[in-house]
Structures are given as C-alpha cells and as structure tokens.
C-alpha cells in the first residue's frame, strides 16, 4: 500500500516562497508520477502540478505557470514544489497524490493528507 507524506506548509506573506515535499513509501514500483493538488475553503479540489518520475515532463496549472515548479528529488519517490511570489488566492490545503500521469484526480489513486498553505496579504 503506497503511503505519502507531505511536509512544509504554513504562513507566508504575500510574495513570499514556500518549499513543498512529499515522499511516497510501500508499492512506490505502482507509481508513474506525482503530482499536487490543491482545495481552497468553499471550492473543489483543483490541479496544480505534476512530473513524471521516468521521463521528468511536467505540466502546471496556469494559475501557478511561472510561479511554481515541481521537481523529482534524487531519484526517488518523492517531489517538491517550489511555490514563488506567492498571492492569498494560493491559499488552500494542498494534497501529494501519486499514480499515473494527468492533470485530473482520476489519474491519482493515492493522496497524501494535506498541508495548509495560508498566505496572508
């Protein structure tokens, strides 16, 4: 059974950078790619961004292109996402997920539990 942890939310000023990582244990050979999502109080989860672990392809939300970049860590199973300049409208709890690659929560059978990211304007 594939398990993530998250790590390294919390309160930023707007602007400001935060680093996000996940690391997935158990099963990891099931894996293809990991990838963030996102859920803002009152508003469905929402996709962020994603990498492929063989082949490193990546792709973002375009609320975030530019901003934010998700990297694989040492050729593991695991990612960061490096979130940049920062607005309150990134405020949410952000999800790990884990599966194959896509942009949609079908793609993710497994999810970490969350970490809020609260950026204060």
């Known amino acids: 059974q594939v398990q993530l942890v998250e790590s390294g939310g919390g309160l930023v000023q707007a602007g400001g950078s935060l680093t996000l990582s996940c690391a997935a244990s158990g099963g990891t050979f099931s894996i293809y790619s990991m990838g963030w999502f996102r859920q803002a109080p009152g508003k469905e989860r929402e996709f962020v961004a994603a990498?492929?672990?063989?082949?490193?392809?990546?792709t973002y939300a375009d609320a975030v292109k530019g901003r934010f970049t998700i990297a694989r860590i040492n050729a593991k199973s695991a990612v960061n996402l490096q979130m940049n300049s920062l607005k309150s409208e990134d405020t949410a709890v952000y999800y790990c997920?884990?599966?194959?690659?896509?942009?949609?929560?079908?793609?993710?059978?497994?999810w970490g539990q969350g970490t809020q990211v609260t950026v204060s304007s």
């Open positions: 990498i492929s672990l063989s082949t490193g392809s990546s």
């Open positions: 997920a884990a599966g194959l690659f896509g942009r949609t929560s079908s793609s993710y059978p497994y």
